[in-house]
Nanobody
């Protein structure tokens, strides 16, 4: 069994910053890609950022220059530093990990950007 546990969500004012963290645990030999997705009310889940085991990153156009994804392969963790947040970033953020032939999701953490 593999578990992904997110932390770091919350309420922040426009222009503020938050850092999300995700830790994978369980029967893990190696993790391929890890990433963050988000789902706003009434919208489909969308990619925010991904990072490979080698450190290659990919970002949604809407977050480029504001968000930074990073990972620690030894600890099986992935972080998302979010800066210059705006109301359109309000969503539930989900951690994702590709392990072998399977994909795993965290339970999600709420990020609300509001004054």
């Amino acid at each position: 069994q593999v578990q992904l546990v997110e932390s770091g969500g919350g309420l922040v004012q426009p222009g503020g910053s938050l850092r999300l963290s995700c830790a994978a645990s369980g029967s893990i030999f190696s993790i391929n890609a890890m990433g963050w997705y988000r789902q706003a009310p009434g919208k489909q889940r969308e990619l925010v950022a991904t990072i490979t085991s080698g450190g290659s990153t990919n970002y949604a156009d809407s977050v480029k220059g504001r968000f930074t994804i990073s990972r620690d392969n030894a600890k099986n963790t992935v972080d998302l530093q979010m800066n210059s947040l705006n109301s359109e970033d309000t969503a539930v953020y989900f951690c994702y990990a590709a392990i072998g032939l399977h994909g795993y999701w965290g339970q999600g953490t709420q990020v609300t950007v509001s004054s």
